[in-house]
């Protein structure tokens, strides 16, 4: 089985801040969160965890992965997508001029501007991560829990579900909820 889950929030994620890349810890309500997933996944058997080396994804394993004898195993095919300059960026979702824009409210026709990442980036690091790391523990019946972001979370589900860039969103990954795919 296949599991995601998406660090806590950060202070970014309260006032609305693009992070991208941006290397930001985890709030204190963000670590909570994470020590409460511990809590309710605590049942949830799994092989191998798989984690970005951002911080934010590495305190979040930390907290939720307490206590197991487990683990975590850092990949920077697993960073979140890079938005370049526009990261730091506040409510890009309420300026549909911002090049950030489509990224979130039209994924088909969002081309990264310099210095970002596009979806094909993304889609090509986290497709070889599946490919070389994820497959073969599933084809072996392993269960493995890959704790990241919000952006590369979801271009794992497109790839694993099969969905079109314009779904890219169609699941959602809120923070320390724990997907199974």
Same mark, same amino acid.
């Given at each position: 089985?296949?599991y995601?889950?998406?660090? @806590?929030?950060?202070?970014?994620n309260?006032i ?6 941006t ?6 309500e963000?670590?909570e969160?994470?020590r409460k997933?511990? =809590?309710?996944?605590?049942d949830?058997?799994?092989?191998v965890?798989?984690?970005?080396p951002l ?10 992965l ?13 960073k979140?997508?890079c938005? @370049?300059?526009?990261?730091g960026?506040?409510?890009?979702f309420d300026?549909p =001029?911002?090049?950030?824009y489509?990224?979130?409210?039209d ?6 501007p310099?210095?970002?990442e596009g ?6 690091r ?8 994820v497959?073969?523990?599933l084809?072996?019946?392993k269960?493995?829990l ?5 952006a ?5 589900i497109c ?12 699941e ?10």
């Amino acid at each position: 089985m296949l599991y995601l889950l998406r660090h @806590g929030i950060t202070e970014w994620n309260i006032i609305h801040k693009l992070q991208g890349r941006t290397d930001i810890p985890l709030a204190e309500e963000g670590r909570e969160m994470a020590r409460k997933a511990c =809590e309710q996944y605590k049942d949830i058997h799994f092989d191998v965890a798989f984690c970005s080396p951002l911080v934010r994804a590495k305190e979040t394993a930390e907290l939720v992965l307490a206590g197991r004898n487990l683990p975590i195993i850092y990949d920077d095919r697993l960073k979140e997508i890079c938005f @370049g300059d526009f990261e730091g960026t506040e409510f890009v979702f309420d300026k549909p =001029e911002h090049p950030i824009y489509k990224f979130f409210k039209d994924p088909e026709h969002y081309v990264a501007p310099a210095n970002a990442e596009g979806f094909a980036e993304l889609f090509a690091r986290t497709g070889n991560f599946l490919a070389e790391r994820v497959d073969p523990l599933l084809a072996e019946g392993k269960d493995v829990l890959i704790i990241g972001h919000g952006a590369m979370n979801s271009s794992i589900i497109c790839q694993k579900r099969g969905y079109a860039l314009k779904d890219f969103w169609k699941e959602g990954i809120e923070n320390c909820k724990l997907k199974v795919i």
